[in-house]
């Protein structure tokens, strides 16, 4: 899943800054300034061997399908307005909204998330706000993101009737606020946002501090408390507590880009202590004096799982609202990360190498090591902790400002813990991707 945007800066308001590039409709009249934009996306996706030759649940009966292959299509068509009224040399008022109509055909996802049956049109973000003098409240249903998406960004996840599973075009939290003050090297959010009821239907209170280093750097602090009515999950009264570094480069080594995030769950709510953790590091390093920027990287991840899942204790890392900005952050894997895990119970370490062949077009290599953190997979114990290594290659080409293409092949060859709950095939899939923005 991906953004149809090319190159991203890291921040809080990379959604926005993000948005402003892309073409649109101006209009600006007197005190008025508005944005029209029109975002089309689609996806053909070709998976094989299913589950490593396992089948399909389907996700709304529980259903075991027996299907090797999943061959199916996305789509999704998004307007949105965006637009502030000056009420004073420093006061703006502030609106947004869009709507987005999605819908799968063919076979549906390898998850049994989505089928050719679903389709729906929402709006998406509705909100109401002010700017002034480095302020900004907005209340309504937006978008929000910190840091680069590790843990808030993603407040609506795109399953059932909603379709388009992969391309995943809604993000909006709902009935939420937020209050911000952005000054040259600092930025400061206070947040109130609820997930939609496919992530829970949760609310996160919390606060969220950037120290910007640079253009592309920053470090970080998150704190989030969450209240949930919700008996099918258990997250109520968890706490989270966050540090981050994005982007990070000594002067005397700008090649070395280094980037990490530590991060807690604790409190009690629900007859449940919580006492996960989730991290990760890492460095890319770009080699210097080739126009095409061939740069190597490396990184490791965990996401707790738990010993014990019968006792009071819950040591699972949840993913909570965690985003996607670009392959593999926080998607890790695109048969892995999409289909079979959601950055829970997993330790992973990935390397890749990427070139610009061109300013506008980059292809890849990414190979990741699965291993579980606990011997358990889905709740039912595994006797290895080796689940699987995922190959992927891609290409990304942007062949104008308007338009973003990705191709993708990635596959997964099952360890022993794979083995043991699934089947013994490489399950894989197949991506073109097209999206276009008016
Ligand atoms: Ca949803
Ligand atoms: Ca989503
Ligand atoms: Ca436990």
């Known amino acids: 899943m991906k953004l149809p945007i090319g ?3 890291s921040g809080s308001m990379l959604l926005l800054a993000a948005s402003a590039a892309q073409a649109g409709y101006n209009i600006d009249k007197g005190n ?24 399909v649940i389907n996700q709304r009966t529980g259903e075991l399908e027996d299907r090797e292959n999943a061959n199916w299509q996305e789509f999704f068509l998004a307007p949105s307005l965006t637009g502030s009224y000056s009420l004073g040399p420093e006061l703006d008022l502030l609106a947004g909204a869009s709507v ?21 049109v929402a709006t998406e973000q509705l909100y109401l706000g002010f700017e002034s003098n480095g302020w900004r409240f907005t209340a309504g249903d937006q978008d929000f993101m910190i840091g680069n998406g590790f843990i808030v960004m993603d407040g609506n996840l795109d399953q059932f009737e909603d379709a388009a599973f992969w391309l995943a075009p809604r993000h909006a939290f709902k009935d939420s606020a937020v209050l911000s003050y952005t000054a040259d090297s600092y930025g400061v959010q206070g947040f109130s946002l609820k997930t939609d009821g496919d992530l829970g239907g ?7 501090l950037d120290y910007y280093l640079g253009e592309y750097s920053m470090i970080g602090a998150m704190g989030l408390g969450i209240e949930s009515n919700n008996d099918d999950i258990t997250v109520d009264g968890m706490e989270v507590y966050s540090l981050r570094g994005i982007g990070l480069a000594l002067p005397s080594l700008p090649e070395l880009v280094v980037s990490g995030e530590y ?24 080699f210097s004096g080739f126009d095409t920027n061939p740069r190597i990287g490396y990184r490791h991840s965990y996401f707790s799982g738990d010993n014990d899942l019968g006792d009071n204790t819950q040591k699972t890392w949840n993913s909570l609202a965690k985003g996607y900005i670009d392959w593999d952050t926080w998607v890790i894997g695109e048969v892995t990360g ?8 997993q330790v992973i370490n990935e390397v890749w190498v990427k070139v610009d062949l061109k300013p506008n077009l980059t292809i890849g290599a990414i190979h990741h090591d699965f291993k579980l953190d606990e011997k358990n997979i889905y709740g039912a114990p595994v006797s290895s902790d080796d689940f699987g290594k995922e190959n992927m290659l891609f290409m990304d080409w942007y062949p104008s400002e308007n338009i973003a293409t990705s191709v993708a092949y990635s596959r997964v060859s099952p360890g022993d813990a794979a083995k ?4 013994d095939d490489d399950f894989s899939v197949f991506e073109l991707y097209f999206a276009y923005n008016f």
């Open 100 to 120: 987005v109509a999605a819908t799968t055909t063919g076979d549906g996802d390898p998850a049994g998330f989505t089928y050719s049956s679903d389709s729906d």
């Open 32 to 55: 008025l300034s508005a944005e029209l934009n029109l975002s089309f996306g689609s996806a053909a996706l070709f998976s094989r061997n299913l589950n490593f030759g396992g089948g």
């Open 202 to 208: 949760y609310r996160m209170n919390g606060a969220n």
């Open 263 to 286: 991060a807690i769950q604790t409190g009690s709510g629900d007859g449940m202590d919580y006492d996960a953790s989730a991290w990760y590091a890492q460095a890319e390093y770009t």
């Open 420 to 423: 043991e709950f699934f089947g």
């Open 338 to 345: 999409n289909y079979l895990f959601n950055n829970s119970n």
């Open 7 to 9: 190159h991203l800066v």
